[in-house]
């Protein structure tokens, strides 16, 4: 049952089902990777532009442990932010996170961000993650 992306009893769906299912529409096969980095040790990033597509999505994935001896912990809250060089201001952002307080039954739901300049060439958006857990945000340029 580890793996399980479904209850084998009742069939409602797992996180990890959720997991699965939002990597596979943000990170298509054929996605141009782009060159991303995670200035924390245990935060993870991972941007791409998926095909025929001006976006860009990145994914953050948070996976501090609570201490060497833990098992089954919470992990470690990340706030961390995103920066975006070489993309046009004036679009918008969307954040969509899967942790412990995500709800099985229904998924992620998808938040709006605010995006913010940053010192030359970029733009910043803020990641939070109560713990071990993944956020994939998407920034749409303007037209």
């Given at each position: 049952?580890?793996?399980?992306?479904?209850?084998?009893?009742?069939?409602?769906?797992?996180?990890?089902f959720w997991t699965q299912y939002d990597l596979a529409r943000s990170f298509p096969p054929g996605s141009v990777l782009l060159r991303s980095s995670s200035s924390r040790a245990g935060v993870v990033a991972l941007a791409v532009r998926p095909?025929?597509?001006?976006?860009?999505?990145?994914?953050?994935?948070?996976?501090?442990?609570?201490?060497?001896?833990?098992?089954?912990?919470?992990?470690?809250?990340?706030?961390?932010?995103?920066?975006?060089?070489?993309?046009?201001?004036?679009?918008?952002?969307?954040?969509?996170?899967?942790?412990?307080?995500?709800?099985?039954?229904?998924?992620?739901?998808?938040?709006?961000?605010?995006?913010?300049?940053?010192?030359?060439?970029?733009?910043?958006?803020?990641?939070?993650?109560?713990?071990?857990?993944?956020?994939?945000?998407?920034?749409?340029?303007?037209?």
């Open positions: 049952g580890q793996f399980d992306l479904v209850d084998r009893n009742s069939g409602a769906k797992l996180l990890s095909p025929g597509s001006r976006d860009v999505d990145v994914l953050v994935v948070d996976r501090q442990v609570d201490g060497s001896g833990v098992v089954g912990g919470r992990g470690v809250p990340a706030s961390v932010k995103v920066r975006l060089r070489g993309v046009r201001s004036g679009g918008t952002a969307s954040l969509l996170a899967i942790d412990r307080l995500t709800p099985p039954a229904r998924g992620p739901s998808t938040t709006r961000p605010p995006v913010t300049g940053s010192k030359g060439d970029g733009l910043e958006v803020d990641v939070r993650l109560p713990g071990y857990g993944l956020a994939v945000l998407r920034y749409a340029p303007p037209a």
